[in-house]
């Protein structure tokens, strides 16, 4: 199934080079595509980074654990547990609020199309064909967005 991401990527990321290509003449829309293929090359370079050296960051994570795991033998042991604990909750709390925005983000971004009449994709990019033209492929449409 990795392959199947990796695939996905890379047809979403030539996808979104396209639109860059075809952008050329508005500096706007150049700059926004630009942008949104940078970051997406990212994202594609770290997960794929991740699924080459997910073991050595299981050793890593092994390694971590076991000293995380070590109870300190003295008077500060509450002061110590008071700590983690705290450091434990701001950690989640800031996860929470960190996972409800860009979920946020991502619910708007996605839905925005929804809400207009033009009904565009949320990125620019060029398909083969036009299938992303829901007057001419609407079956195309729904599934690419």
């Not at 990321?13 to 940078?38: E, K, Q, T």
Request: aromatic share 18%.
């Amino acid at each position: 199934w990795h392959y199947f991401v990796y695939f996905q990527c890379i047809f979403c990321f030539f996808s979104l080079i396209s639109g860059v290509f075809a952008s050329f003449g508005d500096l706007v829309n150049l700059g926004r595509d630009l942008v949104f293929s940078i970051t997406f090359l990212f994202i594609m370079l770290r997960i794929v980074f991740f699924g080459f050296y997910a073991d050595d960051f299981d050793e890593v994570l092994g390694a971590l654990e076991e000293l995380h795991r070590r109870e300190p033998i003295s008077s500060a042991a509450e002061e110590v547990a008071a700590t983690k604990r705290f450091h434990f909750l701001a950690l989640s709390a800031m996860l929470t609020l960190w996972t409800s925005s860009i979920g946020a983000f991502c619910g708007i971004k996605i839905s925005t199309p929804l809400w207009m009449e033009s009904q565009l994709l949320p990125f620019h990019v060029v398909w083969p064909y036009q299938l992303d033209d829901p007057s001419k492929h609407l079956i195309c449409h729904v599934i690419i967005y």
